[in-house]
């Protein structure tokens, strides 16, 4: 549904198979941060239960015991007193879980526009952008990324890209990035 190795490469949203915390403790999502693993892959509101409904494999499960349900310090204290690596593999194969979760609002967020098109009707780099901002800024785009929905739902594809690049904020660089790929699409011909 996306291209997991732009999606997880640096420069959205990366790939660490080692523990880490993506906060600091003066920033305002600090509390409600958890401990994290390979590419944005927050446990801090998911129970070990959650991940194996999910089909997180049992012994991937196993290895997380410990990091379920903490936030904000508690979760800031265990990346820093008992980092857990995971092998590359396992740390790919829960994250593509989770991506291919994610992606499935999103495509249903889109599907349910009814605007004549359906998200696997998209090509891949542009589906692939529009997770990646949802990923990051939250799934519901009308309100995270109206400018980048209305364009989506218009097919206004140019005005797609020019909504990324006039993204704004502290995350502008990735969003230009994401305009890229929907400009690689339009350039392809893949999207009239």
Do not use: C
């Not at 904000?72 to 857990?84: H, I, R, T, W």
């Not at 990646?132 to 206004?156: C, E, H, N, R």
């Amino acid at each position: 549904i996306v291209d997991h190795d732009i999606f997880s490469s640096n420069g959205f949203e990366g790939f660490n198979p080692t523990s880490h915390f993506p906060s600091n403790p003066d920033a305002p999502y600090f509390d409600s941060t958890g401990v994290t693993f390979g590419s944005g892959v927050d446990l801090g509101q998911r129970s070990k239960q959650d991940l194996l409904n999910d089909g997180v494999p049992q012994s991937i499960a196993d290895k997380l015991d410990g990091y379920y349900m903490l936030r904000g310090q508690g979760a800031y204290d265990k990346v820093k007193s008992n980092p857990l690596t995971l092998s590359d593999n396992e740390a790919h194969l829960l994250s593509n879980i989770y991506i291919d979760k994610f992606s499935h609002k999103i495509e249903g967020l889109f599907n349910d526009a009814n605007i004549g098109l359906r998200f696997s009707d998209l090509p891949l780099r542009t589906r692939t952008a529009l997770v990646s901002v949802g990923y990051q800024k939250g799934y519901y785009l009308p309100k995270t990324a109206s400018d980048v929905w209305d364009a989506l739902v218009a097919k206004d594809w140019n005005g797609l890209v020019t909504a990324f690049n006039d993204f704004g904020g502290s995350t502008s660089e990735r969003r230009k990035r994401e305009g890229a790929l929907v400009q690689q699409d339009i350039d392809s011909g893949l999207l009239k």
